[in-house]
């Protein structure tokens, strides 16, 4: 009964058109006072004790880094040295487009950040050689989408966060299906510029390629900073987020020279303010988790899901539709903070890795950021088209498809996820 009067209250409270974040805020406390005996003063202690981890203070350093990056002209080079490789293939800027997206998201953990600073340098070009626009758009929105999967990635923090997972043993986990989804989003950008005859570039020499690779060696360099260090045990990720802050920093300022000392101010202030945004949510939903813990909803869930015999085959399937549907009104960070506390008991109990829901749950989060009416990915792509949502929407469908495949594939083959971090000893 709890359970129900608590999410009709959430839902409500969401339907209303109020933030995500004061929406679990408002329903935790409305439901403390007027159903249950806990103290005001245990609400404030979880409040600040909460959010008091170390992985959390990774979120604000990543932000940071990836901002500098993205106004910081690496985009730029790693779409020149991207194209260079791959760019003589069917439709060649389209695929440079996917590997550039791949390459960013290892250095900024944001997918829409991802889409800003590879799309709004892209596509203006694609346009120029002769790409229809809806190509350009469907490419760069899914392509941006790994910037969640391929480590580091701020939405792994949040689910390590809600679930003490291991943080360096997700990043991990999320290489190979990060790579495997950039292979079939290539695959189908290929597919359908050979369909169509869209645009080759002049195939490039190996001199001009390692000419691009130089010119964008110092921003890939952060890939092996981070990763490097994570698995060699030289940091924590949450030290390797402060390493590439300080990292991004000056190679933007001092080395590239794209970022003058003037516009630091600018990067530090948009950090801070999606910094305390996030951090706001984080602390409600610590709050929601509290609440769901101390009425015992996700036990009493687990064991109703159990003594049906559900299987781990079909809760997977039910936990896919669920986020699937959530992605259609949240954002990431929201769903993984509301569904991570009550999906990730029942995983543990049938059995499922934590690493390999999470890469599940990372994976749907992806999708979700691609298809209407919240797709934060096509908010973003729309701004630097300007193209309308119902037009993007069909513009990316073919691209969506290959990730619904993939994230079939990822849930059932826990392999691709937990190889790598089980080859390295991480788990």
């Not at 409270?13 to 935790?28: C, F």
């Not at 995983?347 to 979700?368: R, S, T, Y």
């Not at 797709?375 to 630097?384: E, K, Q, R």
């Amino acid at each position: 009964m709890s359970a129900a009067i608590i999410f009709v209250l959430l839902l409500v409270l969401m339907l209303t058109g109020m933030p995500i974040s004061i929406s679990l805020g408002l329903t935790v406390l409305t439901f403390l006072f007027t159903m249950t005996e806990v103290p005001i003063e245990s609400v404030a202690l979880k409040l600040f004790t909460g959010i008091e981890k170390f992985e959390i203070m990774a979120i604000p350093f990543f932000i940071l880094a990836g901002n500098f990056l993205t106004h910081g002209g690496v985009a730029r080079r790693m779409i020149n040295f991207a194209t260079s490789m791959v760019g003589h293939w069917y439709g060649g800027l389209g695929l440079g487009g996917v590997m550039a997206c791949a390459l960013f998201a290892a250095v900024s953990g944001s997918s829409p950040a991802t889409v800003v600073a590879i799309g709004a340098i892209l596509l203006p070009a694609m346009v120029r050689q002769g790409f229809p626009n809806k190509f350009g758009a469907g490419v760069i929105t899914t392509s941006g989408a790994l910037g969640i999967l391929i480590p580091p990635s701020i939405v792994m923090v949040m689910y390590s966060v809600s679930t003490n997972t291991s943080v360096g043993s997700l990043f991990m986990a999320g290489v190979v299906p990060g790579l495997l989804l950039a292979v079939f989003l290539g695959v189908t950008t290929w597919y359908r510029a050979r369909k169509y005859d869209y645009p080759r570039q002049p195939k490039a020499s190996w001199g001009q390629r390692l000419r691009a690779f130089k010119e964008s060696a110092w921003g890939l360099f952060l890939i092996i900073v981070v990763m490097g260090g994570i698995y060699t045990g030289i940091f924590t990720p949450t030290e390797a987020a402060a390493m590439s802050a300080v990292y991004a920093f000056f190679v933007a300022v001092f080395i590239y020279k794209d970022l003058g000392m003037k516009d630091v101010p600018k990067v530090l202030l948009n950090s801070a303010n999606m910094s305390a945004m996030l951090l706001y949510i984080i602390t409600n939903a610590v709050l929601f988790s509290f609440l769901l813990t101390h009425e015992n909803i996700p036990q009493q869930m687990a064991d109703f899901m159990i003594g049906t015999g559900v299987g781990v085959i079909g809760f997977l399937i039910m936990a896919n539709i669920l986020m699937l549907i959530a992605g259609n009104f949240m954002e990431p960070s929201s769903i993984v903070l509301i569904l991570a506390p009550i999906l990730f008991p029942i995983a543990i109990k049938l059995g499922i890795d934590p690493v390999h829901f999470g890469i599940i749950m990372v994976v749907n989060m992806e999708v979700g950021m691609c298809h209407p009416p919240v797709g934060l990915n096509l908010y973003v792509a729309s701004g630097i088209t300007k193209m309308g949502i119902t037009e993007l929407t069909v513009a990316v469908w073919p691209w969506l498809l290959s990730m619904l495949v993939f994230l079939v594939l990822v849930t059932y083959v826990p392999a691709i996820s937990l190889a790598l971090p089980r080859a390295l000893g991480m788990m």
